[in-house]
């Protein structure tokens, strides 16, 4: 499975972004039951959970980004989203996405610069 992340860029602070990530090559069986979530990675921090989706569409955010962030997932097209309202620049960051709690190779992420 190859994880392709997209929608990062420059964003000011306040403004919204949204991110997808396809999980190329997954198969429906392993992808539609699996929880899926998206992490980030500051520079010189640990990459840190944002965000889950389970199979049942139930979800769970980091404290930081509860109320501003919506992760939500497309079966079909194998795609998870991540809405991003009212950005911080704390929130700059590579963001990638996996599934849990067992993930698959690691994409490369896509750049997320909130200016302020």
């Known amino acids: 499975v190859r994880l392709v992340e997209s929608g990062g860029g420059l964003v000011q602070a306040g403004k919204s972004q949204r991110l997808a990530c396809t999980a190329s090559?997954?198969?429906?069986?392993?992808?539609?039951?699996?929880?899926m979530a998206w992490y980030r990675q500051a520079p010189g921090k640990q990459r840190e959970l944002v965000a889950v989706?389970?199979?049942?569409?139930?979800?769970e955010y980091a404290d930081d980004v509860k109320g501003r962030f919506t992760i939500s997932r497309d079966n079909a097209r194998k795609t998870v989203y991540l809405q991003m309202n009212n950005l911080r620049p704390e929130d700059t960051a590579v963001y990638y996405c996996?599934?849990?709690?067992?993930?698959?190779?690691w994409g490369q992420g896509t750049q997320v610069t909130v200016s302020s």
């Open positions: 090559g997954a198969i429906t069986s392993v992808f539609n039951p699996s929880n």
């Open positions: 989706i389970s199979s049942d569409r139930s979800t």
């Open positions: 996996n599934k849990r709690p067992i993930p698959w190779s």
